[in-house]
């Protein structure tokens, strides 16, 4: 079914995208909520994420929509652009930011890898669609219905769900003697309940990061909005003819092979954490006087220069690295609709392992300024002390281990599996 008869079936017209948006004014529209974003960044995590009112700033600026297809209302711009924009966001509230981002993504997933008519439902008339994907399948099942699947679980950690639309998550289905198959599905914010287990004290950091839980209780979840996870989710699998996203809106970005890309969604609140700890120290410690003669502001002694100064090298370096990083991915992608050439697992984890070095080297920055700033910024409530906390939770991810993804890339290079996930 061709796009302007699948419009026509469903009775409506297809959203308008904001006529001359360009990524710099997103940009600058983000950096200017950065006052607002500290201002409330106690109330974000008492609540477990952002406010209502900043929520509506963040839907009015766009910022849902930078990866969004034109033909749903977005801007269709690529990772680039978007993670600049979230840096922004990053250095007002890392928290808040890990919230918008992991909302704002998932719509290119299902740009990506559902069918047609799938695509037209769920972005609907006004191009609407904020929601996080949970991988993790661990307690939820998955039975066969006509028509469908009936799905039941609870799904912890489901970041970016507080107002979200719909939520993406996986579940095993065990169909008889056959192998266990994992699928992907989707359904619309009527069909779960957000439990009330984030913000204050449930968590070390990233307290505004709405990470709550997703309960679904026995819902029907009719074909069409169900996948196999693989090969949408799997990098070894090669991409023939694309994907249902590349032949109905005729962009590469819309190929997936998502790997480095979720990734960089948990890394640029840590390197927006990095800046935000700089600004933080240069503000309240350089004009701090030193402990011990001679006495003079912190910032005219190399032993606060030194920390700060290597800080600054090491958040520079993360945040090119996951920039180049970001315009490597598209340009496979450009590469694919150009030549047919694949992307291959080496080079899907290779940039992975390139974004989790850059939440390295943020993660080390900002517990570098942590560590130099005096005791004082361990008080709660302290800025400095907000982000080391919003880094420790990047920190202990699984994701975020990057010695046990150096194995892998070393054993995919010598020809042997990665060694997880089935690759």
């Known amino acids: ?23 710099e004014m997103l940009i600058e529209r983000a950096a200017a909520l950065r006052p607002s974003l500290r201002e409330t960044q106690t109330e974000d995590d008492a609540c477990g994420c952002h406010s209502e009112e900043m929520e509506m700033k ?38 808040v930011c890990w919230c918008l981002s ?17 695509q037209f439902e769920l972005f609907g008339a006004h191009g609407d669609f904020r929601g996080p994907h949970r991988v993790g399948a661990i307690t939820s099942t998955c039975a066969r219905a006509d028509g469908g699947y009936i799905i039941d679980g609870t799904w912890n950690y489901s970041s970016g769900i507080p107002y979200s639309t719909h939520f993406v998550g996986n579940v095993v289905f065990k169909d008889g003697d056959a192998p266990p198959v994992t699928k992907i599905f989707v359904v619309p914010r009527s069909q779960y309940t957000i439990l009330g287990d984030w913000g204050g004290d449930a968590t070390l950091g990233m307290r505004a990061s709405g990470s709550n839980s997703v309960k679904i209780e026995k819902v029907f979840v009719p074909d069409h909005l169900v996948i196999n996870a693989r090969p949408a989710l799997w990098a070894n699998e090669p991409m023939g003819d694309g994907t249902p996203g590349t032949r109905l809106h005729g962009n590469p970005l819309y190929l997936g092979r998502l790997m480095a890309p979720y990734h960089m969604s948990l890394v640029i609140p840590v390197i927006g954490a990095a800046r935000a700890a700089l600004d933080e120290f240069e503000e309240k410690v350089f004009p701090r006087p030193t402990y011990h003669p001679p006495i003079m502001p912190r910032v005219q002694h190399y032993d606060t220069q030194r920390p700060f100064g290597y800080a600054m090298t090491l958040t520079d370096s993360a945040e090119a690295l996951l920039f180049d990083t970001a315009e490597k991915q598209m340009d496979m992608y450009r590469r694919w609709q150009k030549h047919g050439t694949q992307m291959t697992l080496e080079e899907q984890i290779r940039l992975f392992g390139m974004v989790q070095t850059a939440g390295r080297l943020a993660s080390e920055a900002v517990e570098l300024l942590f560590h130099n700033a005096s005791s004082a910024t361990a008080k709660r409530g302290n800025k400095l002390e907000r982000y080391f906390r919003d880094v420790a939770m990047y920190r202990g991810h699984m994701s975020a281990q990057y010695m046990n993804m150096a194995s892998g890339i070393g054993r995919v290079h010598s020809g042997q599996s990665l060694g997880w996930g089935g690759l």
């Open 1 to 23: 079914m061709s796009a302007h008869n699948t419009a026509e079936k469903l009775k409506y017209p297809l959203p308008v995208p904001e006529p001359g948006v360009t990524p």
């Open 58 to 95: 963040f839907r009015e600026a766009g910022f849902y929509r930078i990866l969004q297809p034109r033909m749903f209302g977005g801007y269709e711009f690529g990772y680039p652009e978007f993670y600049r924009v979230m840096l922004e966001i990053a250095r007002g509230n890392p928290g």
């Open 102 to 118: 992991l909302a704002a993504t998932h719509g290119l997933l299902v740009s990506c890898h559902w069918p047609e008519r799938a």
